[in-house]
């Protein structure tokens, strides 16, 4: 199963950028889908955006022209830059495997916490 650490998150003020890193290791990194979550305070887990090992991406509505997924095979991360971030954006960010041919088990990270000031 592989191991997820995300790191990256932090207090930024309204209209800042941050850049998480979601890091993998114990399995072939570029054969995996990676998913991007975010969880507020009082509100369900909700997706932001996902990479497939060809690099197609997806991103949730809320994330579409400020958030861009990528990632880096060589260093075995995925990245989520995140731009003119609002204060709705703040939660906490994991990074996700969901079960795949080369993941049976659903990996999580421990998560990130980005907080947004007004």
């Known amino acids: 199963q592989v191991q997820l650490v995300e790191s990256g998150g932090g207090l930024v003020q309204a209209g800042g950028s941050l850049r998480l890193s979601c890091a993998a290791s114990?399995?072939?990194?570029?054969?995996?889908?990676i998913y991007w979550y975010r969880q507020a305070p009082g509100k369900q887990r909700e997706f932001v955006a996902s990479?497939?090992?060809?690099?197609?991406?997806t991103y949730a509505d809320s994330a579409k022209g400020r958030f861009t997924i990528s990632r880096d095979n060589a260093k075995n991360t995925v990245y989520l830059q995140m731009n003119s971030l609002k204060p709705e954006d703040t939660a906490v960010y994991y990074c996700?495997?969901?079960?795949?041919?080369?993941?049976?088990?659903?990996?999580w990270g421990q998560g990130t916490q980005v907080t947004v000031s007004s």
């Open positions: 996700n495997a969901p079960p795949q041919p080369y993941n049976p088990l659903e990996s």
């Open positions: 114990g399995i072939i990194f570029r054969l995996l889908d």
């Open positions: 990479i497939t090992t060809r690099a197609g991406t």
